[in-house]
């Protein structure tokens, strides 16, 4: 019975989240699955390539410094032993962590980079994936409006971090698409208020 209650009021929770949304039309570019989550959450289409996969931090600051260059290449298979496929354009490496092989993995980023809204990007990144306080200032100065860099301590001082809690003992930041304990179903995702963001209501933190 608990389990149900939970599962409902979780429900009833992301009806609520849908029904304040305005911005529908948006594209995420995110460092990992947390983009992909949060469009699946808010039933919407994925109108960015970056789904199910993730990024060394370094080159998702590279990848998006100058993002229409990169996306106009080609990506190319990089040949290794992991479980995963692996692909590459140019000089960044591309984890495909949630596809069996990289033709499938090729062919859904091929098909979703066409459905980029250039006209209303928002930036996610992590701190994690050989993330350091070099790449969080990198991040910082990235030419988006509208981006955010989620981290495992408090960064006052960059004003496009925002500290996810739960993970200040440790190194870097955990896996934030996973559900916390508690009564309430809620992810550590959750903690930031991302149908604002995405409102863009919260314009001139994002800098």
Not at 56 to 78: G, H
């Amino acid at each position: 019975m608990l389990t149900k209650l939970k599962l409902l009021e979780n429900k009833l929770y992301n009806i609520n989240k849908k029904k304040h949304l305005k911005n529908k039309n948006f594209t995420i570019i995110s460092s990992n699955c947390v983009g992909g989550i949060i469009y699946h959450d808010l039933g919407l289409p994925f109108l960015t390539p970056t789904v199910n996969l993730s990024f060394d931090m370094n080159d998702f600051v590279k990848f998006v410094s100058n993002l229409k260059y990169y996306i106009d290449k080609d990506l190319i298979k990089l040949d290794t032993n992991k479980e995963y496929p692996i692909g590459v354009i140019e000089d960044i490496k591309i984890n495909f962590i949630h596809y069996k092989t990289f033709e499938e993995a090729k062919t859904k980023w091929d098909e979703r980079k066409q459905r980029i809204n250039y006209d209303n990007l928002f930036i996610i990144g992590t701190d994690k994936d050989n993330c350091t306080y070099e790449t969080l200032k990198a991040f910082e100065n990235l030419p988006y409006e509208n981006k955010i860099i989620f981290t495992h301590i408090d960064y006052s001082e960059i004003s496009s971090s925002y500290c996810i809690k739960g993970f200040e003992d440790k190194n870097e930041l955990g896996v934030i698409t996973n559900f916390k304990e508690g009564f309430l179903m809620r992810r550590y995702l959750d903690n930031f208020d991302y149908i604002s963001f995405l409102n863009n209501t919260r314009k001139g933190i994002y800098v």
